[in-house]
């Protein structure tokens, strides 16, 4: 008969203990490093400006609602294919409520580039007949834009906003 005892050692000789023992020591070890790394990198979450950002969406949000007042409607008439360094005309449809055309003071093109800053470029357009404002734009880089057309009557302002794809 085998006697059970604090002294008998055959446990510890049992692959599935010392399986069990071993995984539970790797669990154990990673979760330390895990809290470790976890605390010695803090997360990008939380940005110096943040109660400016704070502001300007507020900003932004009071702008959205005062868009919605004006009534007005846009679109942008991109050329279906884009190359680089190609100069290409763009044009924006802007018009009121009923479709009346609005006189405007100033339409802007402005063009941001998503992975490189340095490349966004403005550019006025030029009113071709009430509502309808065309420039030629040429991008020097490939790849995704943003295209904001910001519309201005005296302090009223008017956003429309589409991204495109420039082939190279």
């Not at 030629?136 to 009557?153: H, Q, S, T, Y």
Request: net charge negative.
């Amino acid at each position: 008969m085998m006697a059970i005892s604090q002294e008998n050692n055959q446990a510890l000789k049992n692959p599935w203990v010392l399986g069990f023992l071993a995984f539970l020591c790797t669990f154990v070890t990673v979760n330390i490093i895990f809290i470790y790394l976890a605390f010695s990198s803090p997360p990008n979450l939380v940005v110096d400006n943040y109660y400016e950002r704070g502001k300007k969406y507020a900003q932004q949000e009071l702008q959205m609602e005062q868009e919605k007042q004006l009534g007005w409607n846009g679109v942008i008439m991109a050329p279906p294919k884009s190359r680089v360094n190609q100069r290409q005309p763009y044009e924006v449809f802007i018009h009121g409520k009923n479709s009346a055309a609005v006189q405007l003071d100033s339409v802007t093109f402005f063009a941001y580039r998503p992975s490189d800053m340095r490349e966004d470029f403005s550019v006025e357009m030029n009113p071709m007949s009430l509502g309808r404002y065309a420039v030629d734009i040429e991008f020097g880089l490939p790849g995704n834009w943003d295209i904001i057309v910001e519309a201005k009557r005296g302090d009223d302002e008017f956003l429309i906003t589409r991204r495109i794809f420039i082939d190279p």
